[in-house]
C-alpha cells in the first residue's frame, strides 16, 4: 500500500486541521505495515492559486511542517517533503491537463465554491488545481487516497484521468487509486460561536477556534464561553438534531478521546454543558499541551525543519522519477 496525501501550509493551525486531517494521517502512520509507504506533502503549489504573500508563505511551510512533526508525524517513517521540491509535480500536471477535459473541471464544485460570483477574475490556476492533485496522486502510483466527503470528487477525477491516459496510449502507466478509509474519521469541526459555520482562521473572532499554540488557560476560556443551549445532553444522537453546537461540542470530545457520539452521550446524557464543558477543556488541554510545547521547540530550529523536508524531497524524487519518464516516453516526447 501506498498513501499519498497533502496539505496546504496555512498558518495559525487550529483544532480543525488536527482532527480534520493531521491526527488521521498520524493514525495511518502508525497503523501501516511494515511494507507500506505514506508520503504527506506541504501542497505549497496549490497556495499559489491564490493571492499570497512570499514571506508569510514561506514562514507557513516551516510552521505546517513543524505541526506535523509535533504532531506525531514521523519522518523516518513517514515521507514529509514540500511538493514545490519535487519539480515532477509541476511537469506531470500539465501533460495530465492535456487528457483531462474541460466538461470533467467544468463540473468540479470546488472551483464555484472557491470562485464566488467573480469566475472572470479567478486565475487558471484555481480551476485547474484538481489536475494538479490527480498529479500529485498519480506520480507517485498511490494505491490509496485519504479523503473528506468534500475531496471525493476529486479522487474520482484522479481515477478518469489515469484510465484515460492508460486507454489513450495502451499503456498501465497509472495506477488508479482509491479512496483510503483507515486512519478513523476525520472530524468536521464547527466554530465555537457558529455551528453552523466551519471552524476557520479566517473567522475575525478568535473566541472562535481552538488555535494549537493556545495556552490551557485560553482553552479553558474559549470552551466555557463557547455557545451552547440550554438543553441538556440527549441520550441518542438524534436527539441533537437542530443544535448545531452542542453537536459540535459533542463531535469535539468524541474525536478527541477517540469516542464516538454514542458512547459521548451514554456517559454524560442528561447534563448540562455547564459540567459537560469542564471534562471537554481537560481532554482538549491533554491533546494540545504537549503538543504546543513541541511546536514551539520546533519553530527555533527552522535548520532542522528545513532539512527534514529536504530529506523528504529528495526521497519523493527517487519515487517519482520513474513515472514522469516513462509517461514522457509514452507520449513520444523521448526515446
Request: charged share 25%.
Amino acid at each position: 500500500m501506498r498513501v499519498v496525501s497533502g496539505i496546504q501550509p496555512t498558518g495559525d493551525l487550529h483544532l480543525g486541521n488536527l482532527l480534520g486531517a493531521i491526527l488521521r494521517w498520524v493514525r495511518m502512520q502508525d497503523e501501516a505495515a511494515p511494507t507500506d509507504q505514506h508520503l504527506f506533502f506541504l501542497a505549497d503549489l496549490h497556495a499559489l492559486t491564490v493571492e499570497v504573500d512570499p514571506a508569510q508563505l514561506r514562514a507557513n511551510i516551516r510552521e505546517m511542517a513543524a505541526a506535523l512533526i509535533a504532531s506525531g508525524i514521523d519522518p523516518d517513517r513517514s515521507i514529509l517533503f514540500q511538493q514545490s521540491a519535487v519539480r515532477e509535480h509541476a511537469e506531470l500536471a500539465w501533460v495530465l491537463q492535456c487528457t483531462a477535459r474541460m466538461g470533467w473541471l467544468n463540473r468540479m464544485t470546488q472551483f464555484k465554491d472557491k470562485s464566488g460570483k467573480n469566475k472572470e477574475g479567478a486565475s487558471v490556476g484555481l480551476f485547474a488545481y484538481p489536475v494538479l492533485q490527480a498529479a500529485d496522486v498519480l506520480l507517485y502510483q498511490a494505491t490509496h487516497v485519504p479523503v473528506g466527503d468534500d475531496q471525493k470528487q476529486h479522487i474520482e477525477l484522479a481515477r478518469d484521468i489515469a484510465l484515460k491516459f492508460n486507454n489513450d496510449f495502451e499503456t498501465e502507466l497509472f495506477t488508479v487509486p482509491e479512496p483510503f478509509i483507515g486512519g478513523g474519521t476525520a472530524a468536521r469541526v464547527m466554530s465555537l460561536r457558529d455551528g453552523s459555520a466551519k471552524m476557520s482562521k479566517s473567522d475575525p473572532s478568535d473566541m472562535s477556534r481552538i488555535n494549537l499554540t493556545d495556552s490551557d488557560e485560553a482553552i479553558a476560556q474559549k470552551i466555557r464561553k463557547a455557545r451552547t443551549d440550554p438543553e441538556p445532553m440527549p441520550s441518542e444522537p438524534a436527539g441533537l438534531d437542530g443544535r448545531p453546537e452542542a453537536k459540535n461540542l459533542v463531535g469535539i470530545y468524541a474525536a478527541v478521546t477517540g469516542g464516538t457520539i454514542e458512547s459521548v452521550l451514554a456517559d454524560h446524557h442528561g447534563q448540562g454543558f455547564g459540567s459537560f464543558k469542564p471534562a471537554l477543556t481537560d481532554a482538549l488541554v491533554a491533546l494540545i499541551a504537549p503538543l504546543r510545547r513541541r511546536l514551539v521547540e520546533l519553530r527555533g530550529d527552522g535548520a532542522e525543519i528545513d532539512r527534514i523536508l529536504a530529506a523528504g524531497a529528495d526521497k519523493a524524487r527517487v519515487l517519482a522519477a520513474p513515472t514522469i519518464v516513462e509517461a514522457y516516453r509514452v507520449l513520444g516526447l523521448t526515446r
